[in-house]
């Protein structure tokens, strides 16, 4: 029993989100439609009760892979970010004819077409996926937490409109989904193969002792899977089409949710190698991925009409400068003896980078959410045309969301940007390459500012097209306001979060043998004034 | 004093949110024009403070800002900020009075206008790298809604170029940045801490890294060359001077006069402040390709200016030729030079803001910027046209006015380049004798178009403008008076240079 | 059975993921792109159970019972996409997808 409930210790949130997932199913199929209005209610109750449960309850003393902290720090981003993302999304079923007219009294409650219910829960299970791939510690764990994350997206991309674009754009979603599920299961086989096991902790201690190009061929093969997860070249494809054919508040989950997840897998597989790969062809793999990445959805990002497509590419170009973060890894391996600091270690900034990114694209997804054209939500440059002159505060949060975006000083996103690219400067001593990315980075971040700029000079100097008419979602605005909110004074003031990133990003070495030392920890951040 | 000086960065910020909250739009101007008389006399007092004999930073504060990269709030003045702060802070209310009848959101504008203010206060008075960069790029966005909302037919498009081409600029600053993070915690007395503070990064102990053969000397080379695009693109010098004539083609008269009067010379401060005191080896080593830019910058601006049709576009293209005196300036290395280009500065913020008004007082008429189709304004209006003689004259570097005196004395700075060796006399006389040449060129360009819109006889059309008034008048008189006394007394500026240029100069030298 | 080598069983694997791969790529028969991603599914498993076998242990082979639950939850999936998308467009091409493109 003991040994069970150790075991359970690690995973008490994400039961509570599952358990939670079950209420709201069961509540979704109420007959009363103001017991059905309560699942929202619900779910965020039980979000941030799991999110009690994270930091107070039972902490689990062994078998993970990641540092506790950081497993920590993940959960509480995700509940945090769950909850911005549960306001985005609070009217969205209501916005559903089948569900609308059950609630209106219209027509009478049919299970099969009222997907309240459905939708909350599967928002929850994707949320405990994230979760529980931190605490993966087996491959099995680990592709069953991925599949979490991303089955009951599926469904809620198919739901999220009555339009058939967000049917089609499921399918296509779908399908390349599968694809790189095969992919990245084929490789974790080939790990499996090369060590024998797939007990992660035991995957390591093997892969220390040999080394075998079957498991690097396996890493590389899970890799390229996940980046489907993470919407990074070669698995990007689907992305402008699914983002543009869900529902702007499914669109904003997509942006955080798997992505998430991917890079935290990414994390955990690259600490099964004996060193962090900065030298050999997982290095270089993560290499071409980066600056394909960035460069494919940025120019991409330049050609679009549409506002959501165009937020689409800049997710996969985020995506990429991620990846920049991922391959400094965890610490600075010092070269030329004494320059280190803060800045350096690539883990920390990726993490806290995830949540710089989704605050500042919820914030502008969120504001596009609450825009109507001719009945449909906004998506098009025109649809947003002189949105300054009508709804001037929606006009200043995508200005600040956007501009974090962009990276401009002193936004959120700016200091995600120094961190981010300053881990991987950190490595110009032992490989030149590195300083060629964050060239190819920095170039990028410019080129990306055409298109942002697009977006604003919209909002700002458009005319109003006199079509749009303001969306009935209240928690829709609170959480615009909110993420505006917070990429400005986290900017400027805001350094808990760095600090939290950087403390729970101790992930150190995956094995002790390894010259480098975390440098990062010597020096703690604290804010002062500001 | 200390306090006074951070008080008054943040007086136009204050400012800009109370007119954001006025209840009027005359509200809003009368907010604009109390905050920006009230920063003029708040840096007059600091000015008088100033300990001239002393130099150096002075009213220096500090305070930890993000500890754990060791970044600070740290500010100061010293005597390359004075002079530009004054002139800033005396432009300011000049630019609030010449928006006095901009009619279109005009609280927005002066909420805009103040926080670009106070960006503005900010470049010039932080004394930390990060707080630099931050102020730097924080004076793009007002300016870029300045632009795109009050401008021109095309004011989008000059807009989203001017925030491209400046965002580009700072975007290798921020490389550089990155590199210092790593690299400064290696000198000797940095306490393995990345180094941030502008005065401790031009030390012995950090040029030590950075010197000719030292462990970073390839980087220092990147750094210079990375550092000065960023600069010239603000400055502008060709070939990053593009967005310059559309922006200012584009932008309301006010912004064109803050733009060509201070924001044009962030550029050259901070290439005073930060490309030569940080890379002073790699200045040495590039000092030719660096002048010769600045030499392409004067002609090749004068030749555009004299080929334009657009009042306004000429007066822009005068500014690309202007500024490459500065860098041309900087470029060679003499104290002579370096103080020239400094003056030309201070000139150029006074003869540009007042050239930009002079056209703004006429399109503001007779809403087109024709010179082919403007003519004999000066029988039209004498006063306007005497003091439009003085600006112009100014501006083309007429001895007693105030644009001689940094061409001048840039021009004799770059024959004293000679004294730098043997091998360079050539290329010292062939610079200098096309810079020269620039001159010409300058006064062809301003003569002609002098002639064309001020001479002969008023066209018909003239007839139902509405005369010049008092406010307009005021601002030249103000402008004109300005630029005559820095033309016979350019010492005010020297006194206040001289010991902070003694100082800076001095690791400059070619030995 | 002896003479069954680890090298054929991973081959057969590789085989078939790879016509999978190959045919999810030249398909546009929904139904059959969906079957082809099942193939490289079914290769993974045979994978598995070939290097469980090397490996002499069941890890390998308790791995392919959850492939499997997924790969069958997955196809609930698929062919109720399918299924929604064909009620509406009354074809299982996917070139006919041409409210999003590029």
Partial sequence: ?530 | MPTLLNLMIFTPLIGALLCLVAPSKQAAKSIALVVSVVTLAMSLVLAAQYDYHAGGVQFESAMMWIKGINVEYRTGMDGLSLPLIVLTTALSVLVVAASWNIEKMTKAFMALYLFLYTGMLGVFLSLDMVLFYVFFEVSLLPMYFLIGIWGGPRKEYAAIKFFLYTLAGSICLLVVMLGLYHITPNAADSGGKPIWNMMTLQSDSVHALFAKGGTYWVFAQWAFWLTLVAFLIKLPAVPFHTWLPDAHVEAPTPISMILAGVLLKMGGYAMMRITWPFFPDSARLFWVCVATLGVIAIIYGALCAMAQSDWKKLVAYSSVSHMGYVTLGLAVLTRTGFDGAYFQMIAHGITSAMMFFMVGVVYERAHHREIDRLGGIWLKWPGYGGWSLLCFFAGMGLPGLCGFIGEIMVLLGTFEAVGHGAGHTTIVYTLGVLAAFGVVLTAGYILWMFQRVYMGLPKPDYDHYEPVNTREYAIMTVLGVLALVFGIVPMIVFHATGVTFNHLFAMLAVQ | MNDIALAHYLFTGAVLFALGMVGFVTRRNMILMFLCTEMMFQGVVVSLVGFSRLHGNDTGQTFVIFVLTIAAAEAALALGLVVLLYRRKRTLDAGAWAELNG
């Fill in chain 1, 1 to 530: 029993m003991s040994v069970m409930a150790d075991k359970l210790a690690g995973v008490w949130p994400e039961i509570t989100l599952g358990l939670g997932a079950c209420v709201c199913m069961a509540l979704g199929l109420a007959k009363a439609s103001s017991t059905r209005k309560l699942t929202s209610w619900v779910a965020g109750l039980f979000l941030l009760l799991s999110g009690v449960l994270a930091i107070a309850g039972p902490q689990p003393t062994s078998g993970l892979i990641l540092p506790p902290q950081m497993v920590l720090y993940v959960k509480l981003a995700v509940v945090a970010v769950g909850v911005v993302l549960l306001l985005v999304a609070a009217q969205l079923p209501s916005s559903w004819r089948a569900t609308h007219r059950a609630e209106e009294g219209i027509e009478p409650f049919d299970p099969a077409n009222v997907m309240r219910g459905e939708f909350f829960a599967f928002f929850l299970f994707s949320l405990a996926g994230v979760m529980l791939t931190t605490t993966a510690n087996d491959l099995v764990w680990l592709f069953l937490s991925l599949e979490l994350v991303s089955l009951p997206t599926y469904v809620m991309v198919a739901t999220s409109q009555d339009r058939i674009r967000a049917q089609e754009s499921a399918v296509k979603y779908f399908f390349l989904g599968a694809l790189a599920v095969a992919v990245f299961l084929y490789g974790f086989t080939l790990i499996y193969g090369a060590t024998g096991f797939t007990d992660l902790s035991r995957v390591q201690s093997a892969a220390a002792t040999t080394t075998s190009p079957l498991l690097t061929l396996g890493i590389v093969l899970a890799i390229v899977g996940i980046s489907f997860k993470i919407a990074a070249v070669p698995m990007h494809f689907y992305t402008a089409d699914v983002y543009q054919g869900a529902a702007t508040p499914v669109t904003a989950f997509l942006a955080f949710v798997p992505k998430t997840a991917g890079f935290v897998a990414i994390i955990i597989l690259l600490s099964m190698l004996p060193q962090w790969p900065t030298h050999g062809p997982i290095m270089w793999l993560l290499w071409i991925m980066a600056a394909l990445t960035m460069t494919v959805g940025n120019v991409m990002g330049l050609l679009q009409t549409s506002v959501k497509r165009t937020l689409a590419y800049s997710s996969i170009a985020h995506s990429g400068y991620l990846l920049v973060g991922l391959l400094a890894g965890p610490a600075l391996l010092t070269s030329g003896g004494g320059g280190s600091g803060a800045i350096g270690n690539g883990i920390a900034a990726v993490l806290f980078y995830l949540v710089a990114y989704a605050l500042s694209t919820i914030g502008a997804f969120a504001v596009l959410g609450c825009v109507q054209v001719d009945g449909h939500e906004a998506d098009s440059f025109d649809d947003i045309s002189g949105l300054s002159t009508k709804h001037p505060g929606l006009a200043a949060v995508m200005l600040v969301c956007v501009l974090s975006l962009v990276g401009l000083p002193p936004l959120l996103g700016f200091i995600g940007k120094i961190y981010l690219f300053g881990s991987a400067m950190a490595h110009r001593g032992e490989n030149p390459a590195f300083v060629w990315l964050v060239v190819v980075a920095v170039l990028n971040s410019a080129v990306s500012a055409v298109y942002y700029l697009r977006i604003i000079g919209a909002c700002y100097f458009g005319k109003p097209s006199g079509r749009t008419e303001p969306q009935h979602c209240p928690s829709r605005r609170i959480a615009a306001l909110v993420c505006g909110i917070a990429v400005v004074v986290m900017g400027v003031a805001g350094n808990r979060l760095v600090t939290l990133a950087r403390e729970s990003s101790q992930l150190a070495q995956p094995s002790q043998q390894t010259p480098a030392k975390v440098v990062s920890d010597e020096l703690p951040t604290d804010i002062h004034g500001g």
